[in-house]
């Protein structure tokens, strides 16, 4: 893989001479990095996502030993890294050689700089330097070096985590904790329990520098604004025994386990390794108007931006021919209560919509942005309005905004609903429920058939009030919800319709 950036201008030549130097202060800088480059302890990453953090960027480095210097060129989604030694360097480079490194899911490309040290400009590199030497303070691993303030992180001792969810006011399911954790590395088992009044888990990577990687970037983050706080320890358990894969359990390499009847005991190796310090909660946990998976899917940990009453959302891309106040009213109440919706009257591709909080807006953008609704990919992000305004009395706007607040549709309304523990990405299998007993499987394969999809794969329930119905892509999934959630069924039946992490 080659590769080469040429600062081309004055700024910028003086702005990276000031962060990065290879012993000359005449001469203009031109990094050009290969994999034919000779060995050297600064590492060259490149193609990093736009919002990468310094944190991020160290955790690549850390499992293979100390980290010394930080250089990040967010502009270029560049950055340098520097090991303590040479042999560090090559170890991390041959590793990753052979295991295509990701942050936040996407493929970054590690190779060897040309330059033998970074010296950064403390004035301009203020917040990598801080962020470097916070993280090596909190690393437990971490041994005094000869260099005052420096410690030196031991490798990952095991590929399983013991987590602890502190302020746990909002559920958290096993289904959060693996999209959470999935982004850095493989999750093969995840075990659930309560002990002390507090939601725990232990889970299980694939390999120990992914574990390193996610404590790493992780412990002591929100999963929530405000709460759900994850505490994160090593376990001594080097290997996690599932017996059953179910709400609180789960051995994602044996998807054939039985379900059991309700949470499996902890195996006793497994209890012996948990903390004796827990602290309870502060109060009762409660499920409330923040549904699971949050900020999850997105690669987002921390809910960030508007978590308090009326998040808006701006949505944009919109196939206008087709796109009504309705039809967002339904995908979107498949994440939160819609309150109101605004179709833009000047752009007609674009609408905000208002849900009942920040929590319910960072959920529907996180499940949404990206995805297809009316044959045209949809863009969702946070909008900077508050709420979404109704027009003047006695001012036409055609239809195109429309209040829901007290719509007997929204999901979420009831505390303690099961709502907040079923809610996952679009998909192409959909939930049914609310199905009348005289409706046979014919019938809901016709009118689903009806609304353009191709239904590939039916299944009913046991007591067939309940079914599974497979379409062909996520998108016919997609138009099928908008068009058949809360279908008059007959006999006083409205259908309900739902996403499922299922497949038939």
Not at 147 to 158: C, F, K, Q, R, Y
Not at 465 to 481: H, N
Request: with cysteine.
């Amino acid at each position: 893989i080659q590769a080469s950036f040429i600062c081309g201008n004055k700024s910028d030549m003086n702005r990276i001479r000031a962060f990065a130097s290879n012993g000359s202060d005449s001469k203009k800088l031109r990094v050009e990095d290969s994999m034919d480059s000779p060995p050297s302890r600064v590492i060259h990453i490149r193609k990093l996502p736009n919002e990468v953090s310094e944190t991020e960027v160290i955790a690549l480095g850390l499992p293979f030993g100390k980290v010394t210097n930080i250089l990040m060129l967010k502009g270029k989604n560049q950055a340098f890294l520097e090991l303590g030694t040479e042999e560090a360097a090559v170890t991390m480079v041959t590793y990753y050689t052979a295991v295509t490194p990701q942050v936040r899911n996407v493929p970054v490309f590690i190779q060897y700089s040309n330059h033998k040290e970074l010296k950064t400009d403390s004035a301009l590199n203020q917040r990598a330097q801080a962020v470097l030497q916070a993280v090596s303070a909190v690393q437990e691993g971490g041994s005094p070096s000869s260099a005052a303030g420096e410690s030196v992180l031991t490798p990952a001792p095991s590929p399983v985590l013991r987590i602890i969810i502190d302020n746990m006011f909002y559920p958290v399911t096993l289904d959060v904790l693996q999209q959470i954790f999935s982004k850095f590395g493989t999750v093969m088992k995840i075990i659930t329990f309560t002990k002390n009044n507090q939601f725990q888990a232990l889970l299980q990577f694939s390999d120990p520098v992914n574990a390193q990687q996610a404590k790493l970037s992780l412990d002591g983050q929100n999963i929530y604004n405000s709460c759900c706080t994850l505490r994160i320890d090593f376990s001594k358990l080097v290997n996690l025994n599932v017996k059953y894969n179910n709400d609180k359990s789960r051995d994602y390499t044996r998807p054939e386990l039985p379900s059991g009847d309700g949470q499996p005991p902890v195996d006793p190796s497994v209890a012996a390794t948990l903390s004796k310090d827990s602290t309870s909660l502060l109060g009762a946990i409660s499920p409330l108007s923040a549904a699971a998976a949050a900020a999850a899917a997105a690669g987002r940990v921390a809910l960030s931006g508007h978590s308090g009453p009326g998040g808006v959302l701006l949505v944009s891309n919109l196939n206008e021919e087709m796109v009504t106040p309705q039809s967002l009213f339904t995908l979107f109440g498949v994440y939160g209560d819609v309150q109101r919706v605004k179709i833009l009257y000047n752009k007609k591709d674009s609408a905000l919509i208002q849900m009942s909080d920040g929590n319910q807006a960072q959920l529907a953008m996180s499940h949404l942005n990206g995805q297809k609704m009316y044959g045209k990919i949809i863009r969702v992000t946070l909008s900077k309005h508050q709420t979404v305004q109704l027009p003047r009395e006695g001012l036409d706007d055609q239809g195109l905004t429309k209040d829901f607040t007290s719509s007997p549709l929204h999901r979420f309304k009831k505390p303690g609903s099961k709502n907040f523990q079923n809610i996952f990405p679009p998909s192409a299998t959909l939930h049914l429920s609310n199905i009348p007993e005289n409706v046979t499987e014919e019938d809901l394969r016709l009118l689903f058939s009806n609304s353009g999809g191709t239904v590939k794969a039916f299944k009913f329930f046991q007591d067939r009030k309940m079914a599974l119905l497979q379409t062909s892509t996520v998108e016919e999934a997609i138009q099928a919800l908008i068009d058949l959630h809360n279908y008059d069924m007959g006999r006083g039946h409205r259908l309900r319709v739902s996403f499922s992490k299922s497949t038939i």
